[in-house]
T-cell receptor, first 116, second 109 residues
């Protein structure tokens, strides 16, 4: 089966600009996750969707980050405006289960964001 | 609050040597613990989970609740084991996971 797809793979922007990332989960996967991985750290969960509803966004910096999954399939994560500390790899993952534990998640290749 | 500590950023061994990647956790309840691996230019993938008590690619990990550890071990390292390894903890209910910062394993020929 095709894996989780993400685009773009790399993005360089200047601080205060806006940026958006796209994720297409594995077909049929109900649950979708966005993670932020800063260099030298492990992934940190930002938001979890179940179909098109938000399950948890407690670690999403809502003053500048937003995410949507309008049709319950693909998803976009937006940063507006970006700060230097947002430089990271943004990982998308999907799970076939509705209460998808960590071990049910399939990860995408990530988008590497550099904020100058 | 839950926390995962991987004390070594880098572990360098020779082929055939034993390997132990350390992971300590802090969590008040009954955690679910996992090891993830990321090979060069590949995606993050699950290596093993503590509840299954399995051996994957020769790696094993035992949950020690007394020492709050979940160290990853392999008796004889292979060059293809070179990768980044992450220990992760997930607690029941919310399933918000916590990852350690990772240990880079380099196996020299």
């Amino acid at each position: 089966e095709a894996g989780v797809a993400q685009s773009p793979r790399y993005k360089i922007i200047e601080k205060r600009q806006s940026v958006a990332f796209w994720c297409n989960p594995i077909s049929g996967h109900a649950t979708l996750y966005w993670y932020q991985q800063i260099l030298g750290q492990g992934p940190k969960l930002l938001i979890q969707f179940q179909n098109n509803g938000v399950v948890d966004d407690s670690q999403l910096p809502k003053d500048r980050f937003s995410a949507e999954r309008l049709k319950g399939v693909d998803s976009t994560l937006k940063i507006q405006p970006a700060k230097l500390e947002d430089s990271a790899v943004y990982l998308c993952a999907s799970s076939p289960t509705l209460a998808g534990g960590l071990d049910t998640q399939y990860f995408g290749p990530g988008t590497r964001l550099t904020v100058l | 609050a839950q926390r995962v500590t991987q004390p070594e950023k880098l572990l360098s061994v020779f082929k055939g040597a034993p390997v132990e990647l350390k992971c300590n956790y802090s969590y008040s309840g009954s955690p679910e613990l996992f090891w993830y691996v990321q090979y060069s230019r590949q995606r993050l993938q699950l290596l093993l989970r503590h509840i299954s008590r399995e051996s994957i690619k020769g790696f094993t990990a035992d949950l020690n609740k007394g020492e709050t550890s979940f160290h990853l071990k392999k008796p004889f390292a292979q060059e293809e084991d070179s990768a980044m390894y992450y220990c992760a903890l997930s607690s029941g209910g919310s399933y918000i996971p916590t990852f350690g910062r990772g240990t880079s394993l380099i196996v020299h020929p």
